[in-house]
């Protein structure tokens, strides 16, 4: 059971750090030179990440600003720095990164008004 919990923490581990950074499955896979289908499989436990994938995943999360403490004695610490949060509203903002249908933009975000370090 404990194998099950541990390829639970780091799909979990993944998935958060990736929408951390504002990737998408297939931006993230492109960066990992794998196929979208193995990141969606490890996402939702199909298969279980093999360490060279895990340890590429981990050094490109911290590159991006986001450390992922897989760890932990406890729970699951994943620290996203300014600059990464920064570079997410920036991508956010950003209606070309929209679907078609979803242009109109974020009505909870007041774009105009938004304030963070280095913005």
């Given at each position: 059971?404990?194998?099950?919990f541990?390829?639970?923490?780091i799909?979990?581990?993944?998935?958060?750090?990736?929408?951390a950074a504002g990737?998408?499955?297939?931006d993230?896979?492109?960066?990992?030179?794998?196929?979208?289908s193995?990141?969606?499989?490890?996402?939702?436990?199909?298969?279980?990440?093999k360490?060279d994938?895990?340890?590429?995943?981990?050094r490109?999360?911290?590159?991006?600003?986001?450390?992922?403490?897989?760890?932990?004695?406890?729970g699951?610490?994943?620290?996203?720095?300014?600059?990464?949060?920064?570079?997410?509203?920036?991508a956010?903002k950003?209606?070309?990164n929209?679907?078609?249908d979803?242009?109109?933009?974020?009505?909870?975000?007041?774009y105009?008004?938004?304030?963070?370090?280095?913005?």
């Amino acid at each position: 059971m404990e194998n099950a919990f541990d390829n639970g923490k780091i799909a979990i581990a993944i998935r958060t750090a990736r929408a951390a950074a504002g990737w998408n499955q297939q931006d993230f896979a492109d960066l990992m030179k794998v196929a979208k289908s193995t990141v969606a499989r490890i996402e939702t436990l199909e298969i279980s990440a093999k360490g060279d994938f895990l340890m590429r995943a981990m050094r490109l999360f911290r590159e991006s600003g986001i450390d992922v403490d897989l760890m932990a004695a406890s729970g699951l610490p994943i620290h996203i720095s300014d600059l990464s949060i920064a570079a997410s509203v920036d991508a956010l903002k950003d209606e070309t990164n929209r679907r078609s249908d979803r242009k109109a933009g974020i009505a909870s975000l007041p774009y105009d008004k938004l304030d963070y370090p280095g913005g």
